[in-house]
């Protein structure tokens, strides 16, 4: 029988690669010192690129934490156990 798949278990794996993400970023940093000018060119080039792709993924998340807000309210009007939103302490690290 296949796995059911979850809102919740695609927005833990999203959140694993972000934290990738901000890994590579770590990884620019200590390589750019010995880098040759046309890789710091191309490196440059890459980071308006990425922050539109950032852009979109927030407005993405927003529209999503819009749908949940939603869903939540629409499951709560029915009979069964209230849910709240987690905390996001640690986010980040």
């Known amino acids: 029988m296949p796995r059911r798949e ?25 390589s750019l010192e010995d880098e040759e000018t046309t890789m710091v060119e191309l490196a440059y080039e890459q980071i308006s690129s990425l ?3 950032l852009g979109r993924l927030s407005k993405k998340l ?5 749908r949940v807000r939603n869903k939540l309210a629409q499951l709560s009007e029915r009979p069964g156990p209230q849910t709240k939103r987690r905390s996001a302490k640690g986010a980040g690290n």
Request: proline share 0%; charged share 25%; hydrophobic share 40%.
């Open 6 to 30: 979850h809102c919740a278990d695609h927005l833990l794996l999203l959140g694993e690669m972000l934290d990738a993400a901000t890994q590579y970023v770590a990884l620019c940093d200590t």
């Open 62 to 66: 927003d529209e999503l934490d819009h």
């Open 51 to 53: 922050q539109n792709r």
